[in-house]
């Protein structure tokens, strides 16, 4: 089993940025991949970035390619979301997941964080 606690969400003007944090308990992070997921209101669930388990893959959906960047330490057993240049249609809940394998969508990701709000204003 594995816990994850998002922090770091909150309200940012446009233009601005943010730092998530995804802290894991229960089991190390270090043989799995993590990914970052976001859910706007009336929308559903997108996939945002993911990182493999040694930290040399990442991947990310081309809505925030070059303004996200997904890292993890493995000895605070912690993933992280940069996020710069936020738009306002960034605005929306945002989980992190671990899972056996990277992928771009929900599937494969066992576990889920309970989810950290971004609001982004214009």
């Known amino acids: 089993q594995v816990q994850l606690v998002e922090s770091g969400g909150g309200l940012v003007q446009a233009g601005g940025s943010l730092k998530l944090s995804c802290a894991a308990s229960g089991r190390t992070l270090s043989t799995i991949a993590m990914g970052w997921f976001r859910q706007a209101p009336g929308k559903e669930r997108e996939f945002l970035a993911a990182?493999?388990?040694?930290?040399?893959?990442?991947y990310y959906a081309d809505s925030v390619k070059g303004r996200f960047t997904i890292s993890r330490d493995n000895a605070k057993n912690t993933v992280y979301l940069r996020m710069n240049n936020l738009e306002p249609e960034d605005t929306g809940v945002y989980y992190c997941?671990?899972?056996?394998?990277?992928?771009?969508?929900?599937?494969?990701?066992?576990?889920w964080g309970q989810g950290t709000q971004v609001t982004v204003s214009s």
């Open positions: 997941a671990a899972g056996p394998v990277v992928a771009g969508y929900s599937d494969p990701y066992d576990y």
């Open positions: 990182i493999s388990w040694t930290g040399g893959g990442t």
